[in-house]
């Protein structure tokens, strides 16, 4: 089983900014993602990124506004948030080893426990 582990969640005013981490200590994965979940909504796709080429890909909720990055040396994805709104606010999600699907129904085999944002206004 492969473990991903998360950090960065926090609290926020809106227009602030959040970094969140996901590192697999011992797994490298072709591609990474960045996924939420609001109370009472459907798990959505955030960002995600191949890490052999960069691809990244966003949900246009957030494009230019956030983004992915990877430190393939420590096997761990970024995601960068800023201009957070409280539409943001949900339990994120880290994923790895891309199962297939389009853009933004990316389907992973290994995700983690998740940390939460929260944006105030």
């Known amino acids: 089983q492969v473990q991903l582990v998360e950090s960065g969640g926090g609290s926020v005013q809106a227009g602030g900014s959040l970094r969140l981490s996901c590192a697999a200590p011992d797994y490298r994965s072709d591609c990474m993602g960045w996924f939420r979940q609001a109370p009472g909504k459907e798990r959505a796709g955030v960002a995600a990124i191949f890490t052999s080429s960069n691809r990244a890909f966003y949900a246009d909720s957030v494009k230019g506004r956030f983004t992915i990055s990877l430190d393939n040396s420590k096997n761990t994805v970024y995601l960068h948030m800023n201009s957070l709104k409280p539409e943001d606010t949900a339990m994120y999600y880290c994923?790895?080893?891309?199962?297939?699907?389009?853009?933004?129904?990316?389907?992973?085999?290994?995700w983690g426990q998740g940390t939460q944002v929260t944006v105030s206004s």
């Open positions: 994923a790895a080893k891309y199962n297939g699907g389009n853009w933004p129904e990316f389907r992973f085999a290994y």
